[in-house]
C-alpha cells in the first residue's frame, strides 16, 4: 500500500515547521511539489527551502504536478465550479500516485499552513480512498494564517463568552457576516472589509504572514479602509500574488 502524508508546514516562517512535521518529511520517499505558474514560484521556493533545512541529506524524490486554474466562468454556480476544479486535480493526484510513487512508498504534500483549515488536498484524498483508491492516510497539522496573525497582532481571537467564526470573503461580501461580532476572514478578493466603514468595528489585516514580506495594518476599519486597499494591491502587484488573513472585531457588547 502506498502512504500519503499532508505537512502542514505553517503560515511562511520557516520556524514554523512542527517537530512532527520535521519528522514526516524526513520518512518521505516523493514530495509532491505544485505547480501554479511562474507568479506563485515564490511559494515553491519556500517549501524547497523548507525541505533542505528539515531533510539536509535529501534522499527523497520530488514530482511536480500542474495546479489547474479554476474558471469561475465554466459554472455560474460556485459549489460547482469547485467540485469540477477539484476532479482536474483528482486526476492529477491519481497520476501521481500510479506514476510517481511505487507501491509501499510514502508520498507528501507540503500544505501551506494547515491542512484542515482552507485547503483541499485532505478532501480530494480522503474521496480517493472512499471510492476505493488503496491508500493509507496520514495528517501533520500546521500552524495556520489564522493563528499567525493573531500571534503577529499580539492579540486573542477569542473574548469571553464569544465564538470566533472562520468564513471567507465571498460570504462577508454576501452580507452573510453582518450580525457576528468577532470573524476571522480568508483571502479576500472582494475588499468586504469594507461593508463595516459605517460600524465601529475594528480590523486586524495581515499579508504574507510570517514570511520577510509580512504586512500588517490595524485600526477602525474606517480609518483604514483604503490603507488596506491600497497596500494590497501594491502587493499583489510586486509579487504577482497575495494571501492575506484578517479579524474584524465589533466593540464588546454590554
Do not use: C
Not at 501554479?36 to 515553491?44: I, Q, R, Y
Not at 494547515?114 to 497539522?141: F, K, Q
Request: net charge negative; proline share 4%.
Amino acid at each position: 500500500m502506498r502512504t500519503i502524508l499532508i505537512i502542514g508546514i505553517g503560515a511562511g516562517h520557516p520556524d514554523f515547521l512542527t517537530l512532527m512535521a520535521i519528522e514526516a518529511m524526513r520518512r518521505a520517499d516523493v514530495v509532491f511539489l505544485p505547480d501554479k505558474g511562474e507568479e506563485k514560484a515564490g511559494l515553491n521556493l519556500v517549501r524547497l527551502q523548507m525541505l533542505e533545512r528539515a531533510v539536509p541529506e535529501g534522499g527523497y524524490r520530488m514530482a511536480e504536478f500542474s495546479v489547474p486554474e479554476r474558471r469561475a466562468a465554466e459554472t455560474p454556480d460556485y459549489r460547482e465550479s469547485i467540485d469540477n476544479w477539484r476532479g482536474k486535480l483528482e486526476g492529477a493526484y491519481r497520476r501521481l500516485f500510479t506514476e510517481e510513487l511505487r507501491e509501499g512508498e510514502t508520498g507528501a504534500f507540503l500544505v501551506w499552513g494547515d491542512p484542515a483549515l482552507y485547503d483541499g488536498t485532505l478532501r480530494i484524498v480522503d474521496e480517493m480512498r472512499a471510492s476505493g483508491h488503496e491508500l493509507a492516510l496520514e495528517v501533520v497539522p500546521g500552524i495556520s494564517a489564522v493563528q499567525a496573525l493573531a500571534a503577529a497582532h499580539k492579540i486573542a481571537l477569542n473574548r469571553v463568552g464569544e465564538a470566533v467564526t472562520v468564513t471567507t470573503g465571498r460570504r462577508v461580501a454576501a452580507g452573510e457576516a453582518d450580525g457576528l461580532s468577532n470573524f476571522v476572514v480568508m483571502l479576500d478578493n472582494h475588499a468586504a472589509w469594507k461593508r463595516f466603514a459605517e460600524t465601529k468595528a475594528y480590523i486586524y489585516w495581515g499579508a504574507y504572514l510570517g514570511t520577510p514580506d509580512q504586512i500588517m495594518v490595524a485600526g477602525p476599519v474606517a480609518a483604514v479602509q483604503d490603507e488596506i486597499a491600497q497596500v494590497r494591491e501594491e502587493a499583489r502587484r510586486r509579487h504577482g500574488w497575495i494571501m492575506d488573513t484578517y479579524l474584524i472585531r465589533q466593540p464588546e457588547r454590554g
